[in-house]
């Protein structure tokens, strides 16, 4: 027999893989010429929705697993889904809501529409709690589409895993194991569609349009058995604000109009690959974005939740970048952004740990820029003249950068510790571009611009740098790398904590250990560890923490602190002293973390968000005081045992886009322990039920938090203490199949969670 | 009797030998005869017989997605190796140890205190079968496919793993080896390919991957041993190896 070396045989093979895949593609991507030539034009598409349910239903969760939204030019809602009119607006790479992905751009596709799915790795979807949309509305994404006029839309749903509902215990006349995820069966077995012949939707060539859709679930009977499919009854409506709006029959869309703003405007200087998104505020977050067209004012328009924004205009390199802090939308008049042709640099360095020199992958470095407007009193006002801008970022007097900066380029590193890493893509990134002055009054200044540089990591001292023109490269002074490259080098400390599961476990069991500043849910660490089958305790666990200081106050380096491009030896003593021009600034951890371990089980072959291991909790270990110093937590993590699953239903009376829910557990001593906090839906008017909770059976106290995006939580109000009712014990033979949360296996007999009585109303 | 072949059985994992590596090649063909087949192409049937070629599984993929640039720390683990992984979306995880064992499981945590979203795709083949998300402060998503795993395996051990990136979420065909097997993969950048029990559990023993480009410009690659990224290469193609 020939033998063929694997090399060989690959070489061999790609050509005609790479021929019938070129074939494919080819192919996919030619249009008829009568739509050819009518040119392409952007859609954004954004959902909001409504859930439906039986009497005395109540859900954790209801989630669609979305693979794109399709528009046709026939109004026949019959047609294959083969038929070459679908022009699809599918789910980007990284399934984010607002990123630009114009679907036809995802190279190397083929699918059912010919946009939908990536070459042997299968379609990106994105999962959404339609509960969440409930008088909201979340941006799903921008398609560019064949400019025509389309007759109808449809939701694509993945047909094989349309989504899952999580209901309560005893959900209804629920016989079925609660906060677990049940699959769900579309009623009809399809996507829905939605025709409307009057004309749904007229694409421009090259211009973009809003497409809001409104989606409407109603959920069918409860689970029977903790094996059972749960029937969604899915419609669609399209929320238009034409003069020509489709007629909704199948539900009452909810008014997004209140809770959604469309924005329009133009980039000044652009060329037609400019781009602006609106961002969290402080965050960069990118909740919308939208491209300009190729005209001469190069218009853009975006739909995104009513709100207060950060945004970032771009036009690529060579370009100055125009950043707007703080505004609230809508505006009244268009937003007309600025942008001039200027020198352009690029940005690199590394993430590495200060005690070990080991790179950090997964750091996150964000880069502060100077805003030209500034929102005050509900209005854009210009930073030339409204006064209360900051005109550098680098004065960290705070511990941060400057009140109003805006941050206008995000990154990561990547498994080595570099960046930028992501967002991949070759475009539209300020660190591969960073312009060196930013406008003043539309006018290019003659000084450059300061950075503010900050670098950020999971169980890491944050650190901020300040990112200065030099010359015409950038550096960051003091960072103590060679050059002052832009090289972070982060502190840390480690927390050694020993968890006791309070007897021997009869199987291993996986236990998720996180860290917390005490008080807060502000997470600030995570570690997973292994007790093993027949063993009670796991010892000195370690977990990484920042190393304490007043939070958010600068730290300097400590004198003479030694430097290499390792960062092996940049480990340095906390101060307090703010400083203005020092840098590094290292902000400071929390004095005290709270921690809680959480065990991961199984429910029949799947593994589950919620436990049913009690959840061990620490209050108030102390913080390490210097850099890769250990402190031993006095107190035991204890116990983790099987209680089963318990929930518990209830209402905060009104809510808005920053109001959180928060679990908590009291600890004798000390102060209670926060386990979870949580969006919730925004409801309107007086209901009974807008939240559930899913926990292991144990007394949790549930608290309304108000959030900005920014800002600390400030806490509402809180329940009394609220214990969730025990499951039941049920033999094995008396359901079909019988599993239990904290079931090994194949068991003589399962628990069986039970509902609580809902809480009262929570201020 | 010609071997039979599905579509959903789309070996786009496929285990070599070097002493067989004809029926490599049989294989190989088979693969691009179902490319042709499922799309329709070039007509249907097993044109060539490619013999008694056996189907593989289908390619699993964990697929971290959700705002791009979200930090996450995830441990995947089927019946003999965990690993353990800090990342950012996006984010597309293979193990490459055929015959893989039936159980699989991920559990991973999002790293920020914001709204921001973290999903994970458990991906066979060209479906998803499983997707779970969070929104929330530190928030948690699991996923499993297979029989249930009861716990989480022992650490990788040698942990040898590719990691392939480039600029513009290219696909990438690859084959990865060790001195007794090969598998033959296609995937989207970036991707981190997990190679579980290189020749038999030895430390010493040779690991190489031969990747090529298909779309989305030049390849760059680290292969990691054992915690330690021990070389890392770039280009169209990329040969790149360790022992």
Redesign the interface.
């Known amino acids: 027999?020939?033998?063929?070396?694997?090399?060989w045989?690959?070489t061999i093979?790609?050509v005609?893989?790479?021929l019938?895949?070129s074939?494919?593609i080819a192919g996919l991507n030619k249009l008829p010429p009568a739509e050819a030539s009518g040119g392409k034009g952007l859609v954004q598409v954004a959902f909001t929705g409504i859930v439906t349910t039986m009497p005395n239903q109540n859900f954790q969760s209801v989630?669609l697993?979305v693979m794109g939204v399709r528009f046709n030019e026939s109004s026949d809602t019959t047609i294959s889904d083969a038929d070459p009119g679908w022009q699809t607006v599918a789910v980007s790479?990284?399934?984010?809501?607002g990123?630009i992905f114009p679907s036809l751009s995802?190279?190397?596709n083929?699918g059912p529409n010919g946009n939908a799915?990536?070459?042997?790795?299968?379609?990106?979807?994105?999962?959404i709690?339609v509960a969440?949309l409930q008088n909201n509305l979340a941006v799903f994404n921008i398609g560019k589409i064949n400019a025509i006029t389309y007759k109808q839309v449809e939701l694509l749903l993945?047909p094989?895993?349309p989504g899952t509902v999580t209901p309560v215990c005893g959900s209804g006349t629920s016989t079925g194991e609660g906060c677990i995820?049940y699959p769900v069966q579309l009623a009809g077995g399809s996507s829905p569609r939605f025709p409307f012949d009057g004309g749904l939707l007229t694409v421009g060539r090259n211009a973009t349009k809003i497409f809001p859709l409104a989606i409407s679930v109603q959920v069918g009977a409860s689970p029977a058995t903790s094996s059972d499919q749960v029937v969604l009854t899915t419609n669609i409506c399209p929320v238009i604000t034409g003069t020509t709006t489709p007629p909704c029959t199948t539900f009452t869309a909810p008014n997004v109009a209140a809770v959604a703003a469309v924005v329009t405007g133009s980039i000044k200087g652009a060329n037609n690959s400019a781009v602006v998104n609106a961002q969290?505020p402080g965050?960069g977050?990118?909740v919308s974005s939208a491209t300009v067209d190729s005209t001469a004012a190069h218009n853009f328009t975006m739909v995104l939740p009513a709100g207060t924004y950060d945004f970032v205009a771009g036009s690529g390199p060579n370009h100055t970048i125009d950043a707007w802090s703080s505004v609230p939308v809508p505006q009244a008049s268009p937003m007309v952004f600025t942008v001039k042709n200027t020198s352009t640099r690029p940005l690199s360095g590394t993430v590495a740990d200060a005690c070990t020199g080991k790179e950090?992958?997964?750091?996150?470095i964000q880069v502060y820029g100077p805003p030209t407007h500034i929102g005050v009193g509900g209005i854009a006002e210009d930073c030339s003249t409204a006064g209360t801008c900051p005109s550098d970022c680098d004065k960290f007097l705070s511990g941060l950068p400057p009140a109003g900066c805006v941050i206008i380029a995000?990154?990561?590193t990547?498994?080595?510790g570099v960046y930028p890493?992501?967002?991949?893509?070759?475009g539209r990134n300020a660190f591969s571009t960073l312009p060196l002055k930013t406008l003043i009054g539309g006018v290019l200044p003659t000084t450059t611009t300061n950075y503010g540089l900050m670098g950020t990591?999971?169980g890491f001292n944050g650190e901020l740098l300040n990112l200065k023109d030099r010359s015409g490269i950038l550096k960051c002074d003091g960072s103590g790398y060679k050059d002052n490259a832009c090289s972070f080098s982060l502190q840390h400390g480690t927390l050694q904590v020993t968890a006791d599961a309070g007897a021997p476990v009869s199987?291993?069991?996986?236990v998720?250990l996180?860290a917390?500043d005490q008080g807060t849910?502000?997470?600030e660490g995570?570690q997973?560890f292994?007790i093993p089958a027949g063993q009670q305790v796991a010892a000195n666990v370690p977990i990484l923490v920042p190393i304490q200081g007043t939070p958010f106050t600068a730290q300097t380096p400590a004198a003479g602190a030694a430097a290499d491009e390792t960062g092996a030896s940049l480990a340095r003593a906390p101060t307090t002293t703010p400083t203005s021009t020092g840098t590094p600034v290292v902000i400071g951890g929390a004095a005290t973390y709270d921690l809680f371990a959480s065990v991961?089980d199984?429910f029949?072959?799947?593994?589950?968000?919620f436990s049913g291991h009690t959840i061990a909790v620490v209050s108030g270990a102390a913080a390490p005081a210097t850099s890769c110093a250990t402190v031993v937590v006095s107190d035991h993590l204890t116990p983790l045992t099987c209680v089963g699953h318990g929930s518990v239903s209830g209402a905060i009376a009104k809510t808005d886009q920053n109001t959180l829910l928060a679990i908590s557990k009291a600890v004798t001593g000390g102060t209670p322990v926060f386990i979870?906090?949580?969006?919730l839906p925004q409801t309107v008017g007086s209901i009974s039920q807008n939240f559930a909770v899913c926990e292991p059976v144990d007394t949790y106290t549930i608290s309304h938090y108000e959030a900005q995006?920014t800002g600390t939580p400030v806490l509402i109000s809180a329940s009394d203490p609220v214990p969730l009712a025990s499951p039941t014990t049920i033999p094995n033979t008396a359901k079909n199949p019988c599993f239990g949360i904290c079931s090994?296996?194949d068991t003589s007999t399962c628990l069986l969670c039970q509902p609580s009585t809902p809480l009262p109303p929570i201020p | 009797m010609p071997a039979k072949h599905t579509v959903a059985a789309y070996p786009?994992i496929n285990t070599?030998t070097?002493?067989a590596?004809?029926g490599?090649?049989r294989a190989?063909?088979a693969?691009?005869l179902l490319?042709?087949i499922g799309?329709g192409?070039f007509g249907t049937g097993n044109a060539t017989q490619p013999g008694s070629t056996p189907d593989q599984s289908a390619?699993i993929?964990f697929?971290m997605?959700?705002?791009?640039?979200t930090?996450?720390?995830a441990?995947i683990s089927n019946s003999r190796s965990s690993w353990?992984i800090?990342?950012?979306?996006?984010l597309?995880i293979i193990i490459a140890n055929g015959p893989l064992p039936v159980s699989n499981?991920?559990?991973a945590?999002k790293?920020?205190?914001?709204?921001?979203?973290l999903?994970v795709?458990i991906?066979s083949?060209?479906?998803?079968?499983?997707?779970?998300?969070t929104?929330?402060?530190?928030g948690?998503?699991?996923?499993?496919i297979?029989?249930?795993?009861?716990?989480?395996a022992p650490p990788a051990k040698p942990d040898a793993r590719f990691?392939v990136?480039?600029?513009?979420?290219?696909?990438f065909?690859a084959?990865v080896?060790d001195k007794t097997k090969?598998y033959?993969?296609?995937?989207?950048?970036?991707t981190?390919i997990l190679y579980d029990s290189p020749n038999n559990n030895s430390p010493s023993g040779r690991v190489d991957g031969?990747f090529?480009e298909?779309?989305?410009?030049p390849l760059a690659l680290?292969l990691?041993f054992n915690g330690h990224?021990v070389t890392?290469a770039g280009g169209g193609t990329v040969s790149i190896k360790v022992n």
């Not at chain 1, 799915?117 to 999962?127: D, I, K, L, N, W």
């Not at chain 1, 950090?360 to 996150?364: K, L, N």
């Not at chain 2, 990136?165 to 696909?171: E, L, R, V």
Request: charged share 10%.
């Open positions: 027999m020939k033998q063929l070396s694997s090399r045989v690959i093979l790609l005609p893989v790479l019938v895949f074939i494919l989630s697993n790479p990284g399934a984010s809501a990123s995802f190279g190397g083929f799915v990536g070459v042997g790795s299968a379609r990106t979807e994105m999962q709690d969440q993945d094989t895993n995820p969290l965050t977050t990118i950090i992958s997964g750091a996150t995000s990154s990561s990547s498994d080595r890493f992501s967002p991949s893509g070759a990591a999971s199987s291993t069991i996986n998720m996180n917390e849910f502000n997470g995570v997973m292994t991961q199984v029949n072959k799947g593994p589950q968000k979870s906090s949580s969006l995006p090994t296996g | 786009v070599m070097r002493a590596s004809i490599v090649l190989a063909v693969l691009t490319a042709t799309c192409g390619q993929v697929r997605v959700g705002n791009i640039g930090p996450f720390f441990t353990q800090r990342g950012v979306v996006p597309s499981r991920i559990v945590t790293l920020t205190n914001d709204t921001r979203l999903s795709e991906i083949g060209f479906d998803v079968a499983e997707i779970s998300s929104f929330t402060n530190y948690v998503v699991v996923g499993g297979g029989s249930r795993l009861e716990a989480l990691f990136k480039n600029a513009n979420n290219g696909i065909n084959v080896e090969a033959v993969l296609q995937s989207q950048s970036p981190m031969i090529t298909v779309s989305g410009g680290d990691s990224v890392a």
